[in-house]
């Protein structure tokens, strides 16, 4: 959210939306070196947009993670086979327990963040089954590390955090909460019932998902 000034010298206030990963904080890593240097860029935006607001939506992180792991193969041609995918859970879930031993390995010698950024530099083998597609990134679950590092230079009280599963469940009332944090006027029913269901999110079923 910002303030933006036309030629004719009006303020109005101007949201802008990204389905980026807010919740991520960018790494770089340096192969030659084996050195991890976090992006500026974040840290740059308050400068830039010192008034500006951020709301964050999470995604409850194992059903986050699943959905990841099945939508990079829909970026891959052709889909994977009916094998892959009755046998997908258990590859998923095998990934995790590996990431899992990974980044339990890696806290007996580092704090969580910094092995939560290596993890985002490690790249995954892909299952015979899966030659293209079928990754976890499971870094991206640790919501918690990744916020930290924003409130370091975002003042809390610009942010909101809200759930995916609160936004599917109840639209009205979180509606209100995003409209009231930005500074406009509370949604009126007609807009409500217009809008309603156009958004929503079902329960992940890990048996029979795809």
Known sequence: ESLVHNDSGTSYLSVDGTVGMMTTWPVFHSQQNNIINYCLLPSVIPE???????IVVMR????MLYSLFWFSCT??????????QLKGPDIFHERIVARIHHIKSCLTVFPLAKCVAESSTIREPFHPLMPKCGVTKMYRAFYYTHILKWLSVVPRERFLFL?????????RQTANVVWKFVGLNPLNLKSYDEGNGKNEQRQVDYKNDP
């Open 75 to 84: 970026l891959h041609q052709p889909v994977p086979s009916r094998e892959a």
């Open 163 to 171: 759930t995916l599963e609160e936004l599917s469940s109840n639209l």
């Open 48 to 54: 830039i947009l010192p008034k500006a607001k951020f």
């Open 60 to 63: 409850e992180p194992v059903s």
